[in-house]
């Protein structure tokens, strides 16, 4: 197991484990949850006794009970939301404001090419984007923007893993899991931020593009097209 220090962006400690969301494995393990509210909506929090496994937005608690289950179907799930709730709230505050030293230890897991994919993505700070091309180029895989997507379609970690902040090379938001209009609102909450601080970098091929002042949203096209798994149809 490999614990990587991402102090530099939010204090998060990352476990890695190479093995699939899925829990296949894990008959034994018992996976403690929370349920709260925050401005995306319903939050749900899964800890493992290695730390944070999963972190779901939703519009309900029921649905995001199901998808948790789905996750780790092998796994015994307690609800724990009175004896979670300090770290709920440190979560609740990391979605709030993902700019934040927030010190929280994530369980994260993945297949290796997932997890070299969700490393690139935790070096896009707040108020930046990148595309999947550019995602690609950086884990030295030029070819592979449709795994990207897929890989991005795969976290179960919102904001911790910030998926939200790959778009499609055109600049337009593209898809996301949790559904576009939360993309739209996390990408938007930390550009308002950042334009207080001197703007927000968009992030094409490596090369950080200062942009003063705009919003990401206003870059998107309002005829994009979501694949039902939250896939990108044009992942570049």
């Avoid at 002042?213 to 096209?221: H, N």
Wanted: charged share 25%.
């Amino acid at each position: 197991m490999t614990f990587i220090e991402t102090s530099e962006r939010t204090n998060v400690t990352v476990a890695l484990r190479d093995q699939p969301n899925t829990g296949a494995d894990a008959s034994d393990e018992l996976i403690r949850f929370a349920i709260g509210e925050c401005s995306l909506g319903s939050i749900l929090a899964g800890v493992t006794d290695k730390g944070i496994c999963a972190i779901l937005l939703g519009d309900n608690s029921s649905v995001l009970r199901r998808e948790l289950r789905e996750h780790f179907k092998a796994a015994r799930l307690i609800e724990s939301d009175q004896d979670l709730r300090e770290l709920m709230a440190k979560i609740v505050q990391l979605v709030e404001s993902p700019w934040l030293a927030v010190d929280l230890i994530f369980d994260l897991r993945g297949t290796s090419f997932e997890q070299r994919v969700w490393q690139a993505l935790r070096q896009i700070p707040a108020g930046s984007t990148a595309s999947y091309t550019d995602i690609a180029v950086r884990i030295g895989e030029p070819k592979k923007a449709f795994a990207v997507a897929e890989a991005c379609a795969a976290n179960i970690l919102a904001v911790a893993i910030p998926c939200h902040r790959v778009v499609r090379k055109s600049g337009a938001l593209g898809g996301y899991r949790w559904g576009f209009k939360r993309k739209r609102a996390l990408l938007d909450r930390e550009a308002a931020h950042y334009r207080g601080v001197g703007g927000f970098y968009f992030i094409r091929a490596g090369a950080p593009v200062h942009i003063s002042g705009a919003s990401v949203s206003g870059r998107s096209s309002i005829g994009n097209k979501v694949l039902p798994s939250g896939r990108d149809n044009d992942a570049t």
